[in-house]
């Protein structure tokens, strides 16, 4: 059995962390709110309010580090 290994995110996860929050709205909220709400959301919009959250210890995040990019 392969054991799956997590560590806590760092400034460096900010953008994939906001990637995959955007698309995440976009899904859950999907037939919910309008499509032209959820289609101007950035993928980016979230990367300063990670990085300031991860930096001041106000957000703790688990990343599983993989070779694939988003």
Known sequence: MQRIKIRIASIEDSTS???????????AYQDLLPDEYLNQIK??????MINKCLED???????????KKL
């Open 17 to 27: 962390m906001s990637i995959i929050h955007a698309n995440s709205w976009k899904k």
């Open 43 to 48: 993928d980016l919009r979230w990367v300063d």
């Open 57 to 67: 210890n106000t957000m703790k995040a688990w990343v599983l580090p993989s070779k």
